[in-house]
């Protein structure tokens, strides 16, 4: 005998009460992790995937659209600029670097994205197998995309206009496929990529009059192909990287009054999604705290009535010898056992939950979230139900020290 | 033994028990005045009186249970009334063992645990070899895992007095352990009781207003 194995005798006594009050607790608890998990490891995507970007230019439109399109590939684009006009910013004195994005087709869901190796080297990708793509309707294929589309080098398929599924067939144009990238955890596992030559060859109907270099009197500097005064082609957008940080102060500004386009700052636009989404996470934890309290006050309420069922078997164990601070931490010790079972059983709910909707939900597995990551936080919720299981059981305890032994014995 | 006993010397064989000047009151105006008591080690007494005449409270002074306000309480050498609470929640656990009129197990507790309860509590080591011999002296060592729903009503009774007994206690204070009982069982009660006592070369005080244990006890105590 000892007082642990007592307690658990007494919460099997009344298995359902137990059990109420651990589910109460392990839903409030579960409801946490998952948004713990969800929120953190979505900010870290978040600046993983704008990292090294300073700037995205595009077509005029909803600023947070831009980004979301162009970064995180998730929303439509906002339109098409020039070439010539990107270009031109392009070798503006205040921008480092420059990658151009084309975007409009997609196969099966997954998107396909004209850029140059630029962008490659900004996620630091590399392939796992095949090559770079060097010609045109080439495409090097995300880790994820790959696995889900069953794609492997040598592979043909034909793109589909837009980015979804329903869009018309480009059954005359065929990619190839020529290599696979390595899994990188951020946004280009779920992409393909080829130059921006063959995203236009796909949709022009007089396929491409393409130049070489040498022909050229100015070629683009972002195009190379193209003759930099073309005013027939056009781009996506542009992702930039300042040259010094004058540049974060001047260039949005000259970008968005002097040009047709639009300037959008990935970290400035990615903090104001995450306070869009930040209500609803913070009502759903105000949510789980309501269900916390509630499991707590439970818990208290139990212990309460239960205190006067036990008050003989309280006054006889004091019989045998128990100190009265023996039958305070009894007390205490039931109410923390019931919420470090409820904490343990709630984060393993949680990571649970999480594990089969990234298992089941498809659109899930293309954020990368992953359910087997562990964040110190837990740690604090466990230590915080602890206490908490301290704190209402801390009346029921004090009340336990009390029992006034000779009163309860000799009334029967 | 702890600290306590030995410094207030094993020095009187004289008494086993003993009162002096003994009083308890509830409230201002009703006061209880006890006779001096004195019991030798392996006595067995009756104390008998109607209800309210605090036998009850007599027990409870005895046992520690209850506080007393005036006079002193020796108990094997020791003065119960100077000691510490939680010393007297030790020397409690040592050297008593109680039976009441309601057998008061645990529940949610096994038979096996329940008297296991009893060392744990005291401090001592739990021996469940201990456990069987007790409950096969008193007949229901088949009942050593049963849960305390299944037993019956004289089967509860005698697993608290395997629980009182459990210890090998010197002192073994009963309060009203028949009065629920008929005269059959109250014989097997009272007997088992008497028995079991000697058999430990416990003290025994028995407490009551059953008049059917008068004739089995002649020592005599009068409320």
Not at chain 1, 276 to 294: D, K, N, Q, R
Not at chain 1, 305 to 319: C, F, G, P, T
Request: proline content about 2%.
């Amino acid at each position: 005998m000892n007082l642990l194995s007592l307690v658990v005798s007494y919460l099997k006594a009344k298995p359902l009460n137990t059990l109420l009050n651990i589910v109460l607790l392990a839903l409030g608890i579960a409801v946490i992790t998952i948004l713990l998990l969800f929120s953190n490891q979505l900010k870290e995507k978040i600046s993983d995937n704008t990292k090294g970007i300073d700037l995205v230019v595009g077509a005029k439109g909803s600023p947070l659209q831009l980004i979301l399109c162009n970064i995180f590939h998730i929303d439509f684009p906002t339109g098409n600029i020039k070439l010539y006009e990107a270009d031109r910013l392009a070798k503006h004195r205040l921008v480092k670097s420059a990658i151009p994005l084309a975007l409009g087709d997609s196969y099966q869901n997954f998107r396909i994205i004209g850029t140059n190796r630029q962008y490659m080297e900004l996620y630091k990708a590399e392939l796992a197998s095949g090559d770079w793509w060097n010609a045109d309707m080439e495409v090097v294929v995300g880790d994820n995309a790959a696995k889900l589309l069953q794609l492997k080098e040598g592979d043909k398929f034909e793109s589909s206009h837009g980015l979804t599924k329903e869009g018309s067939a480009h059954e005359a144009h065929p990619f190839l496929v020529k290599g696979i990238l390595k899994k990188t955890s951020s946004v280009i596992d779920n992409l393909i990529f080829t130059n921006i030559f063959s995203i236009w060859s796909v949709h022009d109907e007089h396929d491409g009059e393409k130049h070489t270099a040498d022909s050229m009197s100015n070629p683009s500097r972002l195009v190379p192909s193209v003759e930099s005064s073309d005013s027939t082609k056009e781009i996506t957008s542009l992702l930039i990287k300042y040259r010094n940080p004058i540049a974060a102060l001047q260039l949005p500004r000259y970008i968005n009054s002097q040009t047709s386009m639009q300037a959008a700052s990935p970290s400035f636009e990615a903090a104001r999604l995450f306070s869009i989404l930040g209500v609803g996470v913070e009502a759903m934890t105000g949510f789980a705290y309501v269900i916390i309290f509630i499991s707590a006050l439970s818990i208290f309420i139990a212990l309460y009535n239960s205190l006067k069922e036990r008050q003989y078997d309280l006054a006889i164990m004091r019989s045998m010898g128990a100190s009265k601070s023996k039958l305070f931490m009894t007390t205490l010790m039931e109410g923390t056992t019931l919420t470090f079972l409820g904490s343990i059983i709630g984060l393993a709910l949680g990571h649970g939950v999480l594990y089969l909707f990234t298992a089941l939900v498809e659109e899930s597995q293309k954020t990368g979230i992953s359910a087997m990551i562990f964040y110190v936080e837990e740690v604090y919720l466990l230590v915080g139900s602890i206490v908490l299981g301290i704190i209402c059981s801390l009346i029921p305890a004090f009340q336990a020290y009390r029992t006034d032994i000779h009163k309860v014995l000799a009334g029967n | 033994m702890s600290g306590i006993f030995r410094r207030s010397g094993i020095s009187s064989k004289t008494g086993m028990i003993k009162t002096r000047s003994l009083s308890y009151s509830y409230c201002a105006e009703g006061k209880i005045q006890f006779t001096d008591l004195t019991i030798q080690t392996g006595e067995q007494f009756l104390l008998l009186g109607e209800s309210g005449s605090g036998k009850t409270t007599l027990v409870h002074l005895l046992g520690g249970l209850l506080r007393s306000q005036q006079g002193t309480i020796e108990v094997h050498g020791t003065d119960i009334t100077k000691l510490s609470e939680s010393a007297l929640d030790r020397f409690r656990g040592q050297h008593y063992g109680f039976i009441f009129q309601r057998n008061h197990l645990i529940s949610a507790l096994s038979v096996e645990k329940n008297l296991l309860m009893a060392p744990f509590l005291a401090g001592l080591k739990q021996d469940k070899e201990r456990v069987a011999e007790v409950l096969n002296q008193l007949g229901i060592g088949v009942k050593q895992h049963a849960a305390i729903r299944e037993l019956s009503l004289g089967q509860a009774q005698r697993v608290a007095i395997a629980r009182a007994i459990l210890n090998k206690p010197s002192v073994i204070l009963a309060d009203e352990p028949t009065s629920a009982l008929d005269d059959k069982n109250c014989d097997r009660v009272s007997d088992l009781l008497m028995s079991i006592a000697e058999q430990n070369k416990a003290t025994l005080v028995i407490a009551t207003h059953d008049q059917r244990l008068k004739n089995k006890i002649k020592n005599l105590i009068q409320l």
